[in-house]
């Protein structure tokens, strides 16, 4: 767990979230409660209950960035589903456990990724032992009898080789080795059926499925990529990684609910939308009370884990959720519109930005691209216009804004290898002037 404090976090989510300053400080004090409540004795932990956390406000002002950020700075488990996504093509409760299961392939992945790197020395090792048995065949036990030599020069030739392998000397060379290659077991459910199907089956389809081994004449270059990897699964302990990723996520592990206003039972729709929407919350209600869900890697508590609720709210208000849920987000914080200067600061301030991301990428073709004051400006003043004047996608509009001014350029980019840009006021507004003129052209455009 991230020993970070509050003002921390907040500077970190500063180096690339613009604003929000509020979303931001409620954010790092959700954060700094799981580091409190690590440090609680067992006892007390069992009374401490996650103070989870609802973000409201529109579309494209960081509610999603700010957890992904979160995420990375803590180096736990973040899976993002959107609530809506229950209520498309019929509901079946068990379909709400699914976000847990996620969580926990997600938390599979980090500790393989952690467990790799303390095995890789090793793995490295082994290759290069298999590598040499291919070059330089032990000989049989019968010739090694008959010259009692053999076991020593075999030796001396598999050093040499040693010396030759760590010098790249061999890189080229060909030779034969064996891949083993696990078929996937053939689904015959639909998503429906694999989901609700009892976990144990699913092992054992896993377990019957014959394992086959195809051989290849590959280079010792590429055949160096290929059976590290095998050595990497070899060394690691399947049963330790799942038990450590369920751990993980339990302890650390955060899921992302978005659009949760669409859950919520608002004036407007029909009744049966309404029947399909208190279904979604009385399913979800038990996850984030607390719940445990079996899993294939076994069971998971879901106790303790940071439940991170977000939506619009356009046309329903968190009180239109049920009590219950109400009461698992005691943490509330509400997000602003941006403004034209904080399109600016998005256009130049963080360590990425999107000017930068472009730059860089054309500078792949070998073509300068300079972003100059005033351009940015005008960038940005458009960008803050267009969000008025039609639907307000938040900082989403900055990258259609961006994408349509650099079109030309990128089509044209192979054949300017070597010149030089500049993104001026005149620039730009040449470019955006027929996206300007005419706002529902710029609405369909952009």
């Known amino acids: 767990m991230s020993e970070l404090t509050p003002k921390e976090v907040v500077a970190k989510l500063d180096e690339h979230i613009i604003g929000q300053h509020d979303a931001k400080r409620a954010a790092a004090i959700a954060l700094r409660n799981r580091w409190r409540w690590k440090q609680l004795p067992e006892e007390m932990r069992k009374e401490v209950t996650p103070k989870n956390m609802m973000m409201i406000g529109p579309t494209g002002v960081g509610k999603t960035e700010i957890c992904r950020r979160l995420a990375r700075l803590t180096g736990s488990p973040l899976i993002k589903v ?48 298999r590598i040499l048995d291919l070059l330089v065949p032990t000989e049989s036990t019968w010739s090694q009898e008959e010259d009692p030599e053999a076991e020593a020069r075999h030796q001396r030739t598999r050093e040499k080789f040693r010396e030759m392998l760590a010098a790249k000397e061999l890189e080229t060379r060909e030779i034969d080795i064996s891949i083993e290659q696990r078929q996937a077991p053939m689904q015959i459910f639909s998503n429906m059926g694999v989901e609700q199907m009892d976990t144990n089956l699913q092992n054992m389809f896993e377990k019957i499925m014959p394992k086959q081994h195809s051989h290849r004449k590959v280079t010792v270059e590429e055949a160096r990529g290929l059976l590290l990897e095998q050595e990497v699964e070899g060394l690691m302990d399947p049963d330790a990684i799942h038990a450590e990723a369920i751990e993980l996520s339990e302890e650390t592990g955060m899921i992302f609910i978005d659009e949760i206003d669409k859950i919520a039972g608002g004036a407007e729709g029909s009744k049966s939308s309404d029947v399909s929407r208190q279904g979604v919350q009385r399913d979800l209600l038990p996850i984030v009370e607390g719940t445990t869900v079996q899993t294939r890697y076994g069971n998971v508590k879901t106790d303790h884990m940071l439940f991170i609720a977000a939506g619009a709210f356009h046309r329903s208000r968190p009180s239109d959720l049920m009590p ?77 804004v961006l994408e349509h001014l650099l079109e030309e350029v990128s089509f044209e980019a192979p054949d300017l290898k070597g010149q030089a840009i500049k993104i001026d006021a005149n620039y730009v507004n040449q470019k955006l002037a027929s996206v300007m003129k005419s706002e529902d052209m710029s609405k369909f455009i952009l």
Do not use: C
């Open 324 to 400: 219950e849920l109400q009461g698992r987000f005691p943490i509330r914080v509400e997000l602003h519109d941006l403004t034209q200067e904080d399109f600016l600061k998005i256009l130049t301030e963080p360590a990425s930005s999107l000017t930068q991301q472009y730059v860089s990428l054309l500078e792949t073709e070998g073509v300068t691209v300079e972003f100059e004051k005033e351009g940015l400006q005008s960038l940005a003043e458009i960008a803050f216009q267009l969000n008025q004047s039609s639907q307000n996608i938040g900082a989403r509009r900055l990258h259609t």
């Open 82 to 129: 959107e609530a809506s996504k229950y209520t498309e093509v019929g509901y079946y409760g068990r379909d709400v456990e699914s976000m847990v299961r996620d969580l926990v392939e997600a938390a599979i992945q980090i500790v393989k990724a952690t467990k790799r790197d303390e095995v890789l020395p090793k793995a490295k090792q082994r290759v290069e032992e």
